[in-house]
């Protein structure tokens, strides 16, 4: 099973992000890519989103992304030369049977039952500061309303 999978198995976000309009070299360099990439990065409360290994983003032909699983912490995510970006995240409450010594899973509990309004309120508010930096950097919209 890849990470990919295993996230779609159960509770998700799946955000995307177009700028319009489509242009395929938005960003002509992966290495401003991972520029633009790192410095949209919202950081509200221990864990960047979207997340990015340490190592910093790996490249494709035409894109840089991640791919992370730690505990109940699941993130695939690409960021493409056209400025499209395309993410996905286990929802944390749908993942605590693999986080046992950080966030032992209560008594009874089991995936799909639970979603915490809390980190789902914050989920939005990174998403949206996320989309906003990235909306205007170089891999943004070329019209600003």
């Not at 198995?9 to 990439?37: F, M, N």
């Not at 699983?69 to 049977?97: E, I, K, N, T, Y």
């Not at 046992?100 to 915490?116: F, I, N, Q, T």
């Amino acid at each position: 099973m890849t990470l990919i999978s295993d996230i779609q198995s159960r509770g998700h976000w799946r955000v995307t992000i177009r700028p319009h309009p489509y242009v395929e070299r938005r960003v002509a360099d992966l290495q401003e890519l991972d520029k633009i990439a790192v410095e949209a990065q919202v950081r509200m409360r221990g864990w960047d989103y979207p997340h990015t290994v340490r190592g910093g983003p790996v490249r494709g032909e035409d894109w840089v992304g991640s791919e992370h699983a730690f505990a109940h912490h699941l993130d695939a995510w690409r960021l493409q030369q056209s400025g499209q970006f395309v993410h996905l995240r286990g929802m944390h409450d749908d993942w605590r049977d693999r986080a046992r010594d950080l966030w032992p899973p209560s008594a009874g509990w089991h995936p799909g039952r639970d979603l915490g309004w809390g980190g789902a309120a914050y989920q939005y508010a990174e998403i949206y500061e996320f989309a906003t930096r990235l909306a205007l950097s170089a891999a943004g919209s070329d019209h600003h309303y």
